[in-house]
């Protein structure tokens, strides 16, 4: 599964164009992409995942695009396919299944529980800074009054100079002496419960599903291990900075190599997202 763009928020609904249409769900690995999530900004899963398979009939619907209820810090200005509902009702979703190609490979149902979830930024707020504060490597350190290099002789008498009375030169208040009260090695991990790491990242999907930027890919499977191939594919997409691929098997070393050198493109496997 993958992803692409900003977050979306609970409450929009819109008036729209309907297209129907019956099919069944086929048997393949499907993958989801996803936009510039704070956690992750494309996702990819396979039917190894938590996604769900069966028969359906869908109703398609394109948005008016002066509708909606979405805080405008939260969504991006373009136009996007989404069912014609209300966000945040635990409501299976169909999307359609595409891959690298762009060519249609069918429709397949996601679990309302994760994809339709009311969004509370509040708790993507706590996930973010749970994960920066993860991320800093905590190595800063600074020498003690022990640890400094120095005599330990004390500088002069105690008493008869008139100056100040002093035991050593490695004090803080010396030229070259200690810190004192400075930081030591540590971690800056802080404490967050899986059920609201969860939630979190089932926010980020369902925001992304509800604003139209996740996408579900058969497969992962590149032609070739040339970095180019996917930079056209990114630049394709508008609106996009950041992708994340996150697939539900093991990782292609096409893909692999082809994104090793982007900045803005990550590969995960599934297990790795919380």
């Not at 800056?188 to 599903?209: F, P, Y």
Request: charged share 20%; proline share 5%; hydrophobic share 35%.
């Amino acid at each position: 599964m993958r992803s692409f763009g900003s977050l979306s928020a609970l409450g929009l609904r819109n008036s729209a164009t309907v297209t129907s249409r019956t099919c069944h769900a086929s048997d393949f690995s499907g993958r989801i992409l996803v936009d510039n999530l704070p956690l992750a900004e494309y996702f990819s899963f396979s039917k190894d995942g938590p996604l769900a398979y069966r028969s359906f009939s869908t109703t398609v619907l394109t948005p008016d695009s002066s509708g909606g209820a979405f805080p405008s810090n939260l969504l991006s200005s373009k136009t996007v396919l989404t069912p014609e509902r209300t966000i945040g009702l635990f409501e299976d979703l169909v999307i359609p299944v595409t891959n690298f190609h762009d060519k249609d490979k069918g429709f397949m149902v996601l679990p309302g529980d994760v994809f339709d979830v009311p969004i509370g930024k509040d708790i993507i707020h706590r996930v973010v800074l749970w994960q920066l504060a993860k991320r800093q490597q905590g190595t800063h350190s600074t020498k003690t009054i022990s640890e400094v290099s120095g005599t330990g002789r004390k500088p002069w008498q105690q008493k008869g100079l008139g100056q100040a009375r002093h035991g050593t030169l490695r004090g803080p208040q010396f030229r070259g002496g200690s810190t004192m009260h400075g930081p030591k090695p540590r971690s800056h991990a802080i404490k967050l419960n899986k059920k609201v790491r969860r939630l979190g990242l089932k926010i980020a999907l369902s925001a992304r599903a509800a604003e139209g930027k996740l996408h579900v890919f058969e497969d992962l499977e590149v032609p070739t291990h040339k970095t180019k191939n996917i930079v056209n594919y990114v630049n394709q997409m508008e609106n996009t900075k950041k992708v994340l691929l996150v697939d539900g098997g093991p990782i292609n070393d096409n893909l692999k190599l082809a994104t090793q050198n982007l900045h803005y493109v990550n590969v995960l496997p599934y297990c790795k997202l919380c």
